[in-house]
């Protein structure tokens, strides 16, 4: 399984690609809509994380292989960012998600799309990531 | 087509400004209109020149302070035209305005009196009445809207009776636009004898407003709406019903006399404006008077309804748009989502593109419920608008539909 490192890497290449905004709006519109669908089941009022602009599902149980995460959102660009926050902590070990700053996005210039002025949500669920991690952590600690 | 020269425009700096590299277009007046270079300057020459506290030195400065401090009262008297200029309050703004009413009949209302509020209103003018009926154990009544955004004159008649006490509502809705009928339903609540408080904190940046020939017994506004400063706002109140409240907020200035047990309250308008009151916005509010004035609040509206009709005429041309609001009688906001795409989205291309709008629920909530929508793009007018910002917002909507769709 690639590190988290990897995983950003990738991603910063990716973005590397894009010149202006379009290119690179059009591409997490993309990843939004390619984001695997949340189990309805998951989908709940308990896992919603209630932004005043658009609203954030996350959901996360725990395996050997690390944790795995579900997540949604009503508006296709925080789907976008969802995607790309799930792609590197998706299976990775409690430990690192908890430690895990997601200083990367200031890389690709989307660090604006975690301002508590956005009032997305993401901000939100980004706190609620590490959460699992310390949570899970302490439940195999 | 647009009434107002681009003279009118070029007074504004910020309008000078890029956002994310593209040239700035700001529609975005109704949550706080941007200000003239006269209001900007208004505040410096305060401050470099006769900064001091109002209303209690002896000397020069604070004798200039005061003078300019209460001009602007009379301005903003003769602005509304008003019986009295001390049935001007200044407050930090309408939400403070409807809460210092509020809370003021906390000690006169009693269980089982009634309370009106509206579906179209801001969160402003409907917290400060819930709060006030819980406190009280009066009950709030809700005179509903259709689907374009009129309010229900038949419900509101058949929920007058003499339990009404307060009938709240506004006078333009943030979010629709809506102009109510204020005179008629101030006619219909006095036949009760209910006390009337009106949001004007939309209506101020677009309309005159008489409060005299509206017969309201209270009336609230906002300066940063209609191009003055944060921080500074009006409550007009008759002066029998001013009397009749006690003073919501302790402090100095607010008082006649004051003993270790018990203080008796300065006089009218004072009474309402405990601690030193915010000076620099209340002159920047003064210049903002005037330069709305000299520009015309006629002219201002004018101009706004030529654009609004233009603006909602190339919106609706536009595909899966959806204008939410269409009350005959409109003013100077558009609302609108498009089919299947998210407001948030919508924003967030068009602010990569330096088009500012509102997205969300423009603190309505019941609104929003009520069109079982999470929310609206607001685009929304002021008097430097041009016909040029609305065409970006044509095209860069055009734009952002093709990147989501």
């Given at each position: 399984m690639s590190s988290m490192a990897d995983r950003e890497a990738d991603i910063l290449e990716e973005f590397d690609f894009f010149d202006d905004w379009m290119d690179k709006y059009e591409h997490l519109i993309a990843l939004g809509k390619e984001l695997p669908p949340m189990?309805?089941?998951?989908?709940?009022?308990?896992?919603?994380?209630?932004?005043?602009?658009?609203?954030?599902?996350?959901?996360?149980?725990?395996?050997?292989?690390?944790?795995?995460f579900e997540a949604d959102s009503d508006a296709i660009i925080t789907r976008g960012m969802v995607a790309l926050l799930l792609r590197i902590v998706q299976d990775q070990s409690p430990e690192e998600i908890a430690a895990y700053g997601f200083g990367f996005l200031d890389d690709i210039?989307?660090?604006?799309?975690?301002?508590?002025t956005r009032a997305n949500g993401l901000l939100s669920m980004v706190k609620q990531i590490?959460?699992?991690?310390?949570?899970?952590?302490?439940?195999?600690? | 087509m647009a009434n107002l020269p681009t003279s009118v425009r070029e007074q504004f700096p910020i309008l000078q400004r890029k956002v994310n590299g593209k040239p700035l277009v700001y529609l975005d007046s109704a949550a706080t209109t941007q200000k003239p270079l006269a209001v900007i300057e208004a505040i410096v020459r305060y401050y470099s020149e006769f900064n001091s506290n109002v209303h209690r030195g002896v000397h020069q400065l604070s004798q200039e302070a005061t003078e300019a401090f209460e001009g602007v009262r009379i301005q903003l008297q003769q602005h509304l035209h008003a019986a009295e200029a001390h049935e001007i309050i200044f407050t930090k703004g309408t939400t403070d305005s409807i809460n210092t009413v509020a809370h003021g009949f906390r000690s006169i209302l009693q269980p089982g009196d009634e309370i009106i509020v509206t579906q179209l209103e801001h969160h402003s003018n409907l917290v400060p009445w819930q709060m006030l009926a819980q406190h009280t154990g009066a009950t709030l009544r809700y005179v509903p809207m259709d689907g374009r955004g009129v309010l229900d004159m038949k419900a509101y008649a058949d929920l007058l009776s003499p339990s009404t006490k307060v009938v709240a509502f506004n006078h333009i809705s943030n979010a629709l636009g809506t102009v109510n009928p204020v005179k008629e339903m101030t006619v219909m609540a006095h036949q009760y004898g209910a006390a009337v408080v009106v949001d004007g904190a939309q209506a101020l940046p677009h309309t005159t407003v008489d409060v005299q020939d509206l017969d309201v017994d209270f009336y609230a506004g906002s300066?940063?709406?209609m191009y003055g400063p944060t921080g500074i706002g009006l409550l007009y109140g008759k002066t029998t019903w001013l009397e009749k409240l006690p003073p919501y907020q302790g402090g100095g200035e607010m008082i006649a006399e004051v003993a270790m047990e018990v203080s008796t309250y300065a006089g009218l308008p004072h009474k309402f404006e405990a601690g030193t009151p915010n000076i620099e916005a209340v002159i920047g509010w003064g210049a903002a008077l005037t330069w709305m004035n000299r520009v015309g609040v006629k002219n201002i509206q004018a101009h706004e309804d030529a654009l609004l009709r233009y603006a909602t005429e190339r919106l609706e041309a536009i595909p899966g748009v959806k204008i939410y609001g269409k009350a005959p009688e409109k003013a100077a906001v558009i609302s609108f989502n498009v089919h299947g795409l998210h407001p948030y989205d919508v924003g967030t291309l068009l602010d990569q593109m330096g088009i500012a709008v509102r997205t969300g629920q423009h603190c309505t909530q019941p609104i929003m419920d009520e069109f079982g929508i999470p929310g609206t793009i607001r685009a929304s007018l002021a008097?430097?608008?041009?016909?040029?910002?609305?065409?970006a917002l044509v095209k860069g909507l055009e734009k952002a539909i093709s990147l989501l769709q």
């Open positions: 189990n309805p089941l998951h989908k709940t009022d308990d896992n919603k994380i209630k932004g005043c602009q658009s609203q954030v599902w996350l959901y996360a149980q725990t395996s050997d292989a690390g944790i795995q210039g989307l660090t604006a799309h975690l301002s508590p590490r959460l699992y991690g310390v949570a899970f952590q302490a439940k195999r600690g | 300066a940063h709406k008097a430097y608008t041009t016909k040029e910002d609305l065409d």
